[in-house]
């Protein structure tokens, strides 16, 4: 829609993470530098901690596409509240090796024996850990003792941890002082200044090909999105998405604070309207919405190993069949509550009409 009409290449506020799209702000040089300095080093723990959408799944994907894969053996996990044996079965399956059926005891010898292959090849092995504050205390000493793992001192595993802000209380605890001891490097994304909003947002647009012109965009408008969007990356994705949307509705080549100020308001109503259909029993939809984003997330992770590991193609396409069964019912679930939602807000809106169309009928009458 509004990328043709902007000639534009791309969507430039996508919300899902794009390293094309990553933006050097202060902090998330600072915490990308962290995670170099810990790949030289290749021991111990990174922790990266921020809050929700500043941006730390982009930032790891920007990692990621630095990374040798002759050098380095990478796989992201992302978490929820997995116990110490899920967190081993799920760590296993990240990097494609075969882990149904298979006691705790044998997975740890697989998993070694993975290791120290790689090792002798002269690759090291690298795990991302998003959502860490979603572990127990017990998953997350998990963790640590896989980091044991060693060839004459020289450690086999090397993770990164990724986490909201909560994380940083979690490992403050006394139980986690094994675990501190084990992080060489941390940092914190912070939300952006108002400087480096103006900044990512005129990034994004350059990268899909806006000549700094077409459209125009009011020097007030940026002060307007900072305060709108606190600075948060995800929610300035979301607000400038639907700034563009609204000029291509509109026909709009200029975007001034006024403009700003209607979709504000849009999306401030849209929130209070979600808040209220939550509130009154519709939790549910959320919880399935998001078993049905980890199933897909999973049927992704069992793909990427099917292509990077063709040797286990039979375990994996077993995988990804039982979680495609699994995403099914999740599927019917989520549409039967979508449905549910629809008729009630067309019946609020019906009853809201009502007075004006009585309205319409007296005057007809008179």
């Known amino acids: 829609m509004y990328t043709e009409y902007y000639g534009f290449s791309a969507k430039p506020f ?13 902090a998330h040089t600072r915490a990308l530098s962290y995670l170099r300095y810990g790949l030289s080093q290749g021991e111990g723990f990174i922790v990266i901690t921020g809050g929700i959408g500043t941006g730390k799944t982009t930032l790891v994907k920007s990692l990621f596409q630095e990374l040798d894969s002759s050098q380095v053996i990478a796989a992201q996990l992302v978490t929820t509240q997995l116990e110490a044996d899920e967190l081993l079965r799920s760590v296993v399956a990240s990097f494609g090796l075969p882990y149904e059926g298979i006691g705790k005891a044998t997975l740890l010898k697989h998993f070694e024996d993975f290791l120290r292959s790689h090792a002798r090849q002269g690759r090291r092995v690298l795990l991302v850990v998003d959502e860490a504050q979603n572990l127990p205390s017990k998953s997350l000493e998990e963790l640590r003792m896989l980091s044991n793992f060693q060839i004459a001192e020289t450690p086999l595993l090397q993770s990164f941890l990724l986490g909201q802000e909560e994380f940083r209380h979690t490992l403050q605890d006394p139980s986690m002082e094994q675990l501190r001891q084990r992080v060489i490097a941390s940092g914190h994304l912070s939300p952006l200044n108002e400087s480096e909003t103006r900044s990512y947002i005129e990034h994004r647009l350059h990268v899909v090909g806006w000549d700094g012109w077409q459209p125009t965009f009011f020097e007030e408008i940026f002060p307007a999105i900072y305060q709108i969007t606190q600075g948060i990356p995800r929610l300035i994705n979301v607000f400038c998405d639907r700034l563009l949307l609204y000029g291509f509705l509109e026909g709009l080549r200029e975007f001034t604070p006024a403009a700003a100020e209607v979709v504000g308001r849009e999306l401030n109503q849209g929130r209070e309207e979600g808040t209220h259909a939550v509130s009154s029993g519709n939790r549910s939809l959320l919880r399935v ?3 049905m984003e980890q199933r897909i997330i999973e049927l992704e992770e069992a793909m990427e190993s099917l292509l990077q590991h063709p040797e286990w193609q039979e375990a994996q396409l077993e995988r990804m069949e039982r979680r495609i069964l699994q995403l099914e019912p999740a599927v019917k679930v989520l549409r039967r509550q979508l449905a549910d939602v629809v ?24």
């Open 14 to 26: 996508q919300l899902s993470p794009d390293p094309r799209f990553f933006f050097g702000s202060r």
């Open 289 to 291: 919405s998001h078993a």
């Open 343 to 366: 008729r009630r807000m067309d019946e609020k809106n019906v009853d809201e009409d009502s007075p004006d169309e009585a309205d319409t009928r007296e005057q007809s009458l008179t």
